[in-house]
């Protein structure tokens, strides 16, 4: 008769583990802490690049083309003043459409989408304070559309608009303006700022609305298609023979300042000029892409502190069962299958270490961030990964803590499978 045949290896397994619990449980509880430790570090950094990367895309646009006249609503501050560019400040000074070609021509942008202010209106159904409406380009907008609170199904369409986060109604639902209806398509996150009370409308609804009597005063020059307050501008970053340039007289204006000059030598003094926001998120975002080295190397002290503890207790396994393994080898159990099963042991209890220790650190992250407290302890908006990168990040975590099983389960299954039946039996080992 063959054991390698007619053995039920997972009833062994399960009676030798059920054998001594109290051993196996400590096993077990070594991998989930092994699981929770890789799980939650990964976790944690996934979270905050995502946090990051959202804030990035939050940032607006590195530079604004706008009408000379624009400036003088920076009230003489100058563009060190200007925050994020998000959207044009309220303005009746206008440039032509036809801008966005002469700033395309630029090597040095990688995007940009116009935006139209048309009017500021008082509708007290939708929100208690004055209400912007402005147009702008969903197809090519890299400023608004990153606040949204969740993705569009699909592209904005006519008459659909966004809307800041203190204008009332639910997405898909209808709202009017001027006696036009709109749809409700998506709303955006809290900025505290007039954006929470503004009203996106595609660039074709702005012109129509805009041509309605009433809306735009009669103080403000028309608005006819074509028309628009600016053109936002990204930049692309540094390059490096930028960075190589020494600059003459010792002076050397920064990227985006060259960048500017750049732009503004297209148009002519009294058609358009080019501001900018003063600020990046360039060294924090820097910053935080060093933290992934240090969690790994927290995890990497963790894994190696635990391995030797994993291989200690899989060897006094091995040895406690010698007269077992000692019976089986003669009953004709083969090399083979006494070293399948002293592995097979350790990745059972790895499996049930790391499913346990995955399990537990999602149940305290998820009850964390509904809280809010995981936001205030790590002093950031948290932004949690989805589901397809948690499940990532808990099948690292696992195969982490299997390599770890079957790693330190090799030497004594090695041991095991080299013992002698006659002296294995007669050793007190049970």
Not at 130 to 149: R, S
Not at 264 to 282: D, G, K, N, P
């Amino acid at each position: 008769m063959s054991l390698s045949r007619n053995m039920d290896y997972l009833t062994y397994i399960i009676a030798g583990i059920r054998n001594k619990p109290g051993r196996n449980l400590a096993t077990i509880f070594c991998f989930a802490i092994i699981a929770s430790t890789i799980f939650s570090g990964q976790y944690l950094m996934a979270g905050a690049s995502g946090t990051v990367e959202q804030g990035v895309s939050r940032m607006g646009a590195d530079l604004i083309l706008v009408s000379p006249v624009y400036v003088v609503l920076l009230q003489g501050a100058g563009p060190g003043n200007t925050m994020a560019i998000i959207r044009v400040e309220p303005a009746t000074s206008r440039i032509s459409m036809t801008a966005l070609d002469t700033v395309g021509s630029v090597n040095e942008v990688t995007a940009m989408s116009p935006q139209l202010y048309v009017a500021t209106l008082v509708l007290p159904e939708l929100s208690s304070s004055p209400v912007d409406i402005y147009g702008f380009d969903p197809e090519t907008d890299f400023t608004i559309q990153p606040w949204l609170q969740a993705p569009l199904k699909a592209q904005q369409g006519p008459g659909e608009v966004i809307v800041g986060s203190g204008i009332s109604g639910l997405v898909s639902s209808e709202i009017s303006i001027s006696g036009s209806p709109y749809t409700i398509v998506g709303r955006l996150d809290p900025t505290r700022s007039p954006i929470d009370h503004t009203i996106f409308l595609r660039m074709d609804d702005a012109y129509a609305l805009a041509a309605k009597e009433g809306v735009v005063p009669p103080s403000s020059p028309r608005i006819a298609p074509g028309d628009i307050n600016a053109v936002l501008i990204r930049i692309g970053p540094e390059p490096a023979w930028y960075a190589q340039n020494p600059g003459t007289l010792d002076f050397k204006p920064s990227y985006p300042d060259y960048v500017s000059d750049v732009i503004r030598r297209q148009f002519t003094s009294t058609y358009a000029t080019v501001i900018r926001r003063h600020f990046s998120l360039s060294p924090v975002s820097g910053e935080v892409s060093a933290i992934p080295g240090l969690l790994g190397i927290i995890s990497g002290v963790v894994v190696v502190a635990a391995f030797p503890l994993i291989a200690l207790i899989a060897a006094m396994v091995a040895h406690e069962r010698q007269r077992e393994i000692g019976l089986l080898r003669s009953m004709g159990a083969k090399r083979r299958i006494i070293a399948f099963l002293v592995i097979a042991e350790s990745l059972f209890l790895a499996v049930a270490g790391g499913i346990a220790g995955v399990a537990a650190s999602i149940i305290v992250f998820a009850l964390l961030n509904m809280h809010g407290l995981l936001a205030s302890t790590l002093q950031v908006s948290f932004r949690m990964p989805g589901l397809t990168g948690s499940g990532t990040i808990a099948g690292t975590a696992l195969v982490a803590v299997i390599a770890i099983g079957s790693i330190a389960g090799l030497y004594p299954a090695y041991q095991s499978s080299r013992m002698n039946p006659y002296e294995a039996i007669h050793r007190e080992g049970m």
